[in-house]
């Protein structure tokens, strides 16, 4: 029988619990807001012996993630929080510990980057390092939040996988919020997240490897061929651990969450808390006789273009809501993953770019709803007019 | 024989086994040769304790020459070795080659 406990939980007390209940054994840490919070309160179940993990308080970020690789490397189960400039400054090392395939966890807190300095949430932290080789888990809220960092455990150190992932939420909207939350208790969570067994580990003295070492012209590619294995063979594994989790636990998790879209003529995709408002928008127009419908999409890397593209191959028109801009002048990083997935089907949606809520700007039900208004006004022209507008910014 | 796929190579980078330093011939780029003087050695081991690449040769305590497959030629042996005449002395490679 799982035991359940309600609570009331900000995003950033759900993912301290959800470490605390896992019980790594090494947490290397700088704090940063709006995530400072996560390795704070895990700093005092350290202190306070309700952990075995050794916390290692370092000077950067750069450093909380190169003593993860070393630790990870070594054969333990580390995990680590940040945010905003702590990512960009763990940019390098991020991509070392995908390289060196280690399963490391990080609680990633989605902020805006400098310059202008602002603390707020927008996505262009997470999508600045959509490459880095990780795995990238979004969250609607701080259920989400705790459920991704108990299954990322798993989804990182699953032996065809073995790659480092990051559970998100977004900056003060849940990484402060306050929820009630279903806890799982702690013996149910030790048991899902079961030993880590890693296949090398570097303090095994009996089988010495040499990790970390340099490739010419003649490996470098093969190496970085299996990168690409290993994510290719993540979606398999994400479904199955989604499944087996709500299987135990009673809530279920894929790649992305459809509501509304079976009959949808007009859609809204999103990730991450806006999927909430979206989500009344939709209630508000669906009263209104409009066939609107949303699609949250939950795992970013991989990217599950083929699941996107069956979801709205019969949508009209679709409006994608993107909380970073790519700067590249064609809009921002989930428009052009979106559009392109949709680029094979036989007839394709019409497609257009809401950039939106840079630096924590709000978006409001009203917002969405003029989006989906004028989604509404392209399916019946069939005109998209500009493919990329930037939503609730004063001109 | 043509070098393992992406398919067959262990994950990460990862090399199976230890020690593995020693078959990556780092000789290759020296521009400077450290050559060994036996008569001025006083047999003090300080280069073979600085080496950075365990490029000195020792047999029953006593430098018996230099491992050129490994030394890179930094000089720092020849710098530290103490004997009033220098038992190190470092010499351009192109010069010795011709
Ligand atoms: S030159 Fe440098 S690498 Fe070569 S033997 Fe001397 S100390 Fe070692
Ligand atoms: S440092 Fe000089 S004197 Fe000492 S062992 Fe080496 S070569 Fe001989």
Redesign the pocket.
């Given at each position: 029988m799982v035991t359940k406990e309600k609570a009331a939980r900000t995003g950033n007390e759900a993912m301290a619990e959800a470490m605390r209940q896992i019980n790594p054994d090494v947490v290397a840490a700088y704090p940063i807001t709006p995530a400072t919070e996560i390795v704070q309160i895990f700093s005092g179940y350290v202190a306070d012996g309700l952990v075995d993990t050794e916390y290692v308080a370092v000077e950067s970020e750069h450093s909380a993630m190169s003593a993860c690789i070393g630790a990870s490397a070594a054969g333990a189960r580390v995990m680590t929080g940040t945010s905003s400039q702590g990512l960009m400054l763990m940019a390098e090392v991020l991509y070392i510990a995908s390289g060196m395939r280690l399963p490391i966890v990080l609680a990633e807190v989605n902020r805006a980057i400098s310059a202008p300095i602002n603390i707020h949430c927008d996505h262009s932290d997470t999508m600045a390092n959509r490459d880095a080789g990780w795995i990238q888990l979004f969250s609607e809220n701080s259920q989400e939040a705790y459920d991704n960092m108990i299954q990322a455990v798993r989804i990182a150190e699953h032996p065809d996988v073995s790659l480092p992932t990051m559970a998100t939420t977004d900056g003060f909207i849940i990484s402060h919020g306050m929820e009630a939350i279903e806890l799982i208790s702690d013996d149910e969570v030790q048991k899902f997240v079961g030993k880590y067994q890693p296949a090398h580990p570097l303090l095994n003295v009996d089988k010495p490897i040499t990790a970390g070492a340099l490739d010419f012209t003649d490996y470098y590619f093969e190496h970085r061929r299996q990168i690409a294995v290993g994510m290719a063979n993540a979606p398999k594994v994400i479904a199955r651990i989604g499944k087996e989790f709500g299987d135990k636990f009673g809530r279920y998790y894929g790649f992305t969450e459809s509501y509304k879209l079976d009959d949808a003529e007009v859609a809204i995709a999103c990730l991450g808390s806006t999927a909430g408002t979206a989500r009344v928008a939709v209630d508000n127009l669906r009263s209104r006789g409009v066939k609107a419908g949303l699609l949250k999409i939950r795992v970013f890397r991989p990217f599950p273009a083929e699941e996107i593209a069956n979801i709205l191959k019969n949508v009209k028109a679709i409006a994608v809501l993107d909380r970073s801009d790519g700067l590249s002048n064609f809009g921002g990083p989930v428009f052009n993953e979106i559009r392109s997935a949709l680029y094979d089907l036989p007839s394709r949606p019409l497609v257009v770019d809401y950039i939106y809520g840079l630096g924590g700007r709000d978006i409001f039900v009203a917002d969405i709803e003029k989006v989906y208004q004028t989604l509404s006004d392209i399916s019946k022209s069939g005109k998209i007019g500009d493919l990329v507008q930037y939503l609730g910014v004063r001109e | 024989m043509s070098d393992p796929g992406y398919k067959e190579l262990p994950k990460g980078g990862l090399i199976l086994e230890g020690g593995t330093a020693a078959k990556y011939e780092t000789g290759d780029w020296?521009s400077?040769?450290?050559v060994f003087i036996q008569e001025n050695c006083i047999n003090c081991s300080f280069?073979w304790i600085?080496?950075?690449?365990?490029?000195?040769i020792i047999n029953d305590g006593k430098v018996s020459g230099?491992?050129y497959k490994?030394?890179?030629?930094?000089?720092?042996?020849?710098f530290?070795c103490p004997a009033k005449k220098k038992a190190?002395i470092?010499k351009s490679e192109a010069e010795i080659e011709g």
């Open positions: - | 020296r400077q040769r450290p280069c600085f080496c950075p690449d365990s490029s000195i230099i491992d490994h030394c890179k030629g930094c000089g720092i042996c020849a530290e190190i470092m």
